[in-house]
């Protein structure tokens, strides 16, 4: 047994990971360690988003790459993200909406990523884990801004009276 104290991971990750790692014999923040990175992707309860959650806690500036290499994607053929490391799903959003490599990518950050629908503030996390290391943006508001008209959000009257 070694002579080095505890660290428990109360307040450090959200109780429901906690109990995940209860479960998996996973108490300490040294016990985290020990089993990080493909023991703890191998855990039962652990998906890549509580994975990047303990990760996060671990280092947040470094992610783990899996030794495998990402396969090309036929249907996303045309662009230069298919060697990122960011989630296919994310890959033929962004090419849907024009976003082909990442000096587009980088030029859409932050506010044309977060007008494309089906954008989140998940996805956005991805893209700065990969793309944009140490920075994270914050919705002025916290949530996803309305879409735009010519003459204002959609869904506020331009007139000042009621409408019914």
Known sequence: MS?????????????????????NNIHTLEAVKRVYPEALLRMRGISIVRFRQIEAMLNPIEIYQPVYAAP?????HDTALNTSFLP??????????GI????????AYPERL?????????????????????QR???????KPLPMLPNGPIGV?????RVR
């Open 100 to 107: 082909f490599n990442e000096t587009q990518l980088r030029d």
């Open 72 to 76: 090309q994607f036929p249907d996303v």
């Open 3 to 23: 002579d080095e104290p505890a660290t428990p991971l109360d307040g450090k990750l959200p109780l429901s990971l906690i109990r995940v790692l209860a479960k």
């Open 88 to 97: 296919l799903a994310l890959v033929r959003l962004l090419a849907r909406n």
């Open 137 to 143: 943006y914050e919705s002025p508001s916290g949530k």
């Open 114 to 134: 977060m007008g494309i629908n089906s954008f989140g503030i998940g996805s956005l996390r991805e893209v700065e884990r990969i793309f944009f290391p140490g």
């Open 157 to 161: 009257p331009t007139s000042s009276r």
